[in-house]
């Protein structure tokens, strides 16, 4: 009986654990319960970015750090001048002023109206003496400015000398030469060249009295005008008829504050015309270096009345 008993006891504390177990695997559970924390992100103050360790002192073998100008820096743009002057008729882009050529090279530039719409290219030595010759086209429609590109070749003995390229155009009203405008420039035998650009500007010289296609009566006429010049040489006027023939000349000095600033000039040109006929008045500016000739001519036609 007392068997009997303790093995009853033993099965109903075996059962009450089974119960247990079973109760607590079938209970919901419950889902985890959140922090009512704010999660933030970290900030980036000095605090955490400050380097914790102390760095070495410099020396020779420190790495360099480049650190870039805040601003831009400034580049020298062309100072357009105080008074409204007129486009330049001919400009010479390339080879501009001071480039080192080898040949052959490349002339680009832009002018006109011309006649014929072609310019006349010439490469002058040292001593003035024509080292190449070509005639140039405008690519535009007749009777218009335009774009005009051509080839030169040169041959030179000396390992560089200077030579001047020169670039003319003929009026299409009378058919004598109405501007020049030219660039120096440094011909190389062997080496690399060096070629650089120019921009189109204000005409260097312009005639303001007496207007274009203007009547002049007389055998006197006022000229005055504004431009900028190279050297200290007075300035040449001309009045041509449309054969090329000089009717009348006359120098005038440029009154610019410095060489190379704009200034003005006025002169009284005396002339004999037997008719009338059509004539061009022309400024010019002689060259001052080695290489002698016209380095900027402009003009405008008048209509000479005796």
Not at 77 to 98: K, N
Request: overall charge negative; glycine content about 8%; proline content about 10%.
């Amino acid at each position: 009986m007392k068997n009997y008993t303790r093995l009853t006891l033993m099965f109903l504390s075996i059962v009450v654990s089974v119960s247990g177990c079973t109760a607590a695997s079938d209970a919901t559970p419950l889902p985890p319960v959140e922090s009512t924390a704010t999660r933030t992100s970290p900030r980036l103050t000095p605090d955490l970015i400050e380097p914790t360790a102390t760095l070495p002192p410099f020396n020779l073998e420190t790495p360099a750090i480049v650190i870039e100008p805040p601003v831009l820096i400034p580049t020298i743009t062309a100072t357009p001048p105080p008074v409204g002057l007129p486009d330049e008729q001919l400009t010479i882009f390339s080879p501009g002023p001071g480039s080192q050529l080898s040949s052959p090279f490349t002339v680009a530039g832009f002018g006109g109206p011309s006649m014929d719409d072609v310019v006349q290219v010439r490469l002058l030595g040292e001593q003035g003496e024509v080292l190449a010759h070509r005639t140039g086209y405008l690519l535009v429609l007749t009777g218009n400015p335009g774009r005009f590109y051509t080839e030169l070749a040169f041959s030179v003995d000396q390992v560089a000398e200077e030579a001047r390229l020169e670039i003319s155009m003929n009026s299409p009203l009378t058919g004598t030469i109405s501007h020049v405008a030219s660039v120096d420039l440094i011909l190389l035998s062997t080496g690399l060249p060096r070629i650089r650009t120019a921009m189109a500007g204000a005409e260097r010289l312009t005639l303001l009295s007496p207007p274009g296609e203007s009547r002049i009566e007389g055998d006197r006429v006022l000229v005055q005008g504004v431009g900028w010049v190279q050297s200290d040489q007075p300035l040449t006027i001309e009045l041509r008829n449309i054969r090329g023939e000089v009717l009348g000349t006359t120098q005038a000095e440029l009154i610019a504050p410095e060489i190379g600033q704009l200034g003005t000039f006025e002169a009284e040109l005396s002339y004999a015309a037997p008719y009338p006929q059509w004539g061009t008045l022309v400024v010019a500016e002689t060259s001052a270096t080695s290489i002698p000739g016209i380095i900027h001519l402009s003009s405008v036609d008048v209509w000479l009345s005796p």
